[in-house]
């Protein structure tokens, strides 16, 4: 099975800061952020590429998030500064092999693999 493991979420005042991280045992070609608060719509929060490193920010982050990952792509981070309380709710790690479903959603769609989410709440 696919293992996607997050840690890191917690309970932080305005303004303060958390660290999420994300391993897996996957070969990937992507791995992003999702989440979800009550009562709303799962949501893309940021995306990285393996190969390139390249990056995405839902336009509510940007500035404020910064997705990472280590060169073996075992690891993904997400770097949480100047948190709001729209900034709450359940944060999951995702991965995907395909290149097409990497690029969909103004790369922000929905991946093929999820962890089970860490708790942000501020």
């Known amino acids: 099975d696919v293992q996607l493991v997050e840690s890191g979420g917690g309970l932080v005042q305005p303004g303060g800061s958390l660290r999420l991280s994300c391993t897996t045992s996957?070969?990937?070609?992507?791995m992003g952020w999702f989440r979800q608060a009550p009562g709303k719509e799962r949501e893309g929060v940021a995306r990285?590429?393996?190969?390139?490193?390249?990056?995405f920010y839902a336009d509510s982050v940007k500035g404020r998030f910064i997705i990472s990952r280590d060169n073996a792509m075992s690891t993904m981070y997400l770097q949480m500064n100047n948190l709001r309380p729209e900034d709450s709710g359940m944060y999951f790690c995702?991965?995907?092999?395909?290149?097409?479903?990497?690029?969909?959603?103004?790369?922000?769609?929905?991946?093929?693999?999820w962890g089970q989410g860490t708790q942000v709440t501020v």
């Open positions: 990285i590429f393996r190969d390139s490193g390249r990056t």
């Open positions: 996957l070969s990937t070609y992507c």
């Open positions: 995702a991965a995907e092999r395909r290149l097409t479903t990497c690029s969909s959603g103004g790369y922000l769609g929905p991946l093929s693999y």
